[in-house]
């Protein structure tokens, strides 16, 4: 049983506008044109077509290409872009990407645009890969949470994707996710009782963060369908939650998740996913991925 997005398209009005965001505010111009970059359009010949290589400069996991590629043809429709390796996949120093050949001063007006993009996504990708390969031949699948850069959401979720973890909900539209701060506001309401009104108030799988064994049984008695056990070190006490949860979810006659949150790092993870969780959120993947080395060089005039 899994409620994570096993996939996730970014919709297609979506990628190009968030790239032509990005090229406006480097071209303080819109539309974006080529003329914005006042160094090219003065260095550079009009009307001049060349050639131009992005290839890896440090190994990890390739996220990111169709931002590149919009990029470029955004600034020059007639571009012709030759991918040669896509998302998901491994790369070491050296490796060539992709080539591009289109008008001069459109490659480098595009070029910082497209390598922050590839940058920024790959270091989430490779970042996920790690957490994944750590908890390898366990249970346990990794996924990211909304910590996203604000406007980048969806492409970094599919960044993780192409690492190989899996998307937690998108946003607060479309699963429910009880949080601490949801039951104390609801307070007098008993923990369970705020579980159950969100199950029967909608048909979608409930998620219960739930900080005590004590109220991981509550979860399961009030119908969630997964239970975040948040803040618990890796050890006694969490697989006694754990053990909690399967016996609840047993006598309930239903079957329910167990996710782990908060304090995971590629240290512990394994730790936390042996205790025998299903499921293994990290805000990390995402908001605290360093970016992977890429270049964008000029490789002759076509």
């Given at each position: 049983m899994g409620y994570a997005s096993a996939a996730m398209d970014c919709p297609v009005e979506t990628l190009p506008a968030t790239v032509r965001a990005a090229?406006?505010?480097?071209?303080?111009?819109?539309?974006?044109?080529?003329?914005?970059?006042?160094?090219?359009?003065?260095?550079?010949?009009?009307?001049?077509?060349?050639?131009?290589?992005?290839?890896?400069?440090?190994?990890?996991?390739?996220?990111?290409?169709?931002?590149?590629?919009?990029?470029?043809?955004?600034?020059?429709?007639?571009?012709?872009?030759?991918?040669?390796?896509?998302?998901?996949?491994?790369?070491?120093?050296?490796?060539?990407?992709?080539?591009?050949?289109?008008?001069?001063?459109?490659?480098?007006?595009?070029?910082?645009?497209?390598?922050?993009?590839?940058?920024?996504?790959?270091?989430?990708?490779?970042?996920?890969?790690?957490?994944?390969?750590?908890?390898?031949?366990?249970?346990?699948?990794?996924?990211?949470?909304?910590?996203?850069?604000?406007?980048?959401?969806?492409?970094?979720?599919r960044a993780v994707l192409a690492g190989g973890g899996q998307n937690h909900r998108i946003g607060l539209f479309d699963q429910v996710l009880l949080k601490e701060n949801h039951f104390g506001f609801a307070r007098p309401l008993p923990y369970e009782e705020v579980v159950r009104r969100c199950v029967q108030g909608q048909p979608g799988p409930v998620v219960a963060e739930a900080r005590t064994a004590d109220e991981a049984v509550a979860a399961v008695r009030g119908g969630a369908s997964v239970v975040l056990l948040d803040n618990f070190a890796p050890g006694a006490d969490l697989r006694a939650a754990v053990r909690a949860v399967r016996a609840a979810a047993t006598a309930a006659g239903r079957a329910v998740e167990?996710?782990?949150?908060?304090?995971?790092?590629?240290?512990?993870?394994?730790?936390?996913?042996?205790?025998?969780?299903?499921?293994?959120?990290?805000?990390?993947?995402?908001?605290?991925?360093?970016?992977?080395?890429?270049?964008?060089?000029?490789?002759?005039l076509s």
């Open positions: 090229l406006v505010e480097d071209l303080g111009v819109a539309p974006p044109t080529a003329s914005g970059d006042l160094t090219s359009r003065l260095a550079l010949p009009a009307r001049r077509r060349g050639r131009a290589r992005l290839f890896a400069k440090a190994g990890g996991v390739l996220a990111g290409t169709d931002c590149a590629v919009a990029a470029f043809t955004e600034l020059d429709p007639t571009a012709v872009v030759n991918l040669l390796l896509r998302d998901g996949a491994a790369v070491v120093p050296g490796a060539l990407v992709l080539t591009v050949d289109g008008d001069m001063q459109g490659l480098l007006a595009a070029e910082r645009t497209a390598l922050n993009f590839v940058q920024r996504l790959s270091g989430v990708a490779t970042r996920t890969r790690a957490f994944v390969a750590a908890v390898a031949g366990t249970p346990a699948r990794i996924l990211d949470t909304r910590k996203t850069t604000p406007g980048l959401r969806l492409l970094e979720k167990v996710e782990a949150s908060g304090g995971v790092d590629l240290g512990n993870v394994r730790a936390f996913a042996e205790c025998g969780v299903d499921r293994i959120s990290i805000g990390g993947l995402t908001h605290s991925a360093p970016a992977l080395d890429f270049s964008l060089l000029v490789e002759g």
